[in-house]
């Protein structure tokens, strides 16, 4: 069936290192991908998006790149800071459905 | 703009209890989403609504209803508490398949 998965449960990195956060899919038709960012007791927020006819898409310190041959999906976060500390979730729109979620990804940044 | 609201953040309630958890948006946004949140995993949807009139099921969507007789609010009604229902419960809207803001949650408790 479909599923949106990432690699790794957690990640911990050194503040001003560079993140990579991963994520793999198992079914091709999809509209958008989504990174969503979820601090403790709160609800996720929207990082950024991709459309599924893109390769990379860049926001503030974020870069999505999707890998469609490998159905592959990450989040780079450039310098990262303790701020960015949080979990993590891919998420995907299937064709005229709403989202699917991943797991997540716990991102720890020590200073 | 206050975005996504939900009510209340937390509330116990006893096994075969009925309640109502409240959503409401200022953003105008047709589409509306209910996901829960069990701990350490990923949302999960319950229901959505593409706007006023219409619900759809998601992933989850038994004990569960829901209702959109305005564009603004999207409750979402437990009939018969069970203690499978103990979760978070998140709110969402957006304007196509991709919930942009999520409200802070309610945190559900059943005994």
């Known amino acids: 069936g479909e599923s949106v998965g990432l690699h790794l449960p957690t990640l911990s990195v050194q503040e001003g290192d560079n993140s990579i956060i991963n994520c793999a899919y198992s079914?091709?038709?999809?509209?958008?991908f989504i990174w969503y960012k979820q601090e403790s007791g709160k609800g996720p927020q929207f990082i950024i998006d991709i459309r599924s006819n893109m390769d990379k898409r860049q926001g503030q310190r974020v870069t999505v790149l999707l890998n469609k041959t490998v159905k592959h999906l990450s989040l780079q976060i450039a310098a990262t800071q303790p701020g960015d500390s949080a979990v993590y979730f891919c998420a995907r729109t299937p064709a005229g459905t709403a989202l699917i979620f991943g797991k997540g990804t716990t991102l720890s940044v020590s200073s | 703009n206050a975005g996504v609201t939900q009510t209340p953040k937390f509330r116990i309630l006893k096994i075969g209890q009925s309640m109502t958890l409240q959503c409401t948006q200022d953003m105008n946004h047709n589409y509306m989403y209910w996901y829960r949140q069990d701990p350490g995993m990923g949302l999960k949807l319950i229901y959505y609504s593409v706007g006023a009139g219409i619900t759809d099921k998601g992933e989850v969507p038994n004990g569960y209803n829901v209702s959109r007789s305005t564009t603004e609010d999207f409750p979402l009604r437990l009939e018969l508490a069970a203690p499978s229902q103990t979760s978070v419960y998140f709110c969402?809207?957006?304007?196509?398949?991709?919930?942009?803001?999520f409200g802070d949650g309610t945190r559900l408790s059943i005994l």
């Open positions: 079914n091709s038709a999809s509209d958008y």
């Open positions: 969402a809207s957006g304007e196509r398949h991709q919930p942009q803001h």
